[in-house]
Nanobody, 125 residues
Framework: QVQLVESGGGTVQTGGSLRLSCAAS????????MGWFRQAPGKEREFVAG????????GYADSVKGRFTISRDNSKNVVYLQMNSLKPEDTAVYSC??????????????????WGQGTQVTVSS
């Protein structure tokens, strides 16, 4: 059984930082394309960052480029999202997803097979 468990959310002030973690079981994150998405109240879920199954290849939404970094620790089977210079518009529930094995990441949520429960990030002004 595949499980993805996010942690690390919380409330920070504008300009602050958070690191989200996505701990996986039932799959090896180094063989899957992984992604982070977010959903703000009243809005659809949107792509934030993606990581190819191989060591190379990442992608970001324009709104977070230069501020967020996605990475992976294969030894811990965890995917991270480092978020710096946070803005109030980054407030949302952040979820990680596992797409397909041995594939590049996708910006489309329908391409993801497994999802975590999400973690709330709130950025106060």
């Amino acid at each position: 059984q595949v499980q993805l468990v996010e942690s690390g959310g919380g409330t920070v002030q504008t300009g602050g930082s958070l690191r989200l973690s996505c701990a996986a079981s039932g799959i090896n994150v180094n063989t899957y394309a992984m992604g982070w998405f977010r959903q703000a109240p009243g809005k659809e879920r949107e792509f934030v960052a993606g990581l190819n199954w191989s060591e190379h290849g990442t992608g970001y939404a324009d709104s977070v480029k230069g501020r967020f970094t996605i990475s992976r620790d294969n030894s811990k089977n965890v995917v991270y999202l480092q978020m710096n210079s946070l803005k109030p518009e980054d407030t949302a529930v952040y979820s990680c997803g596992a797409s397909r094995p041995f594939s590049p990441y996708s910006v489309h949520e329908e391409d993801y097979s497994y999802w975590g429960q999400g973690t709330q990030v709130t950025v106060s002004s």
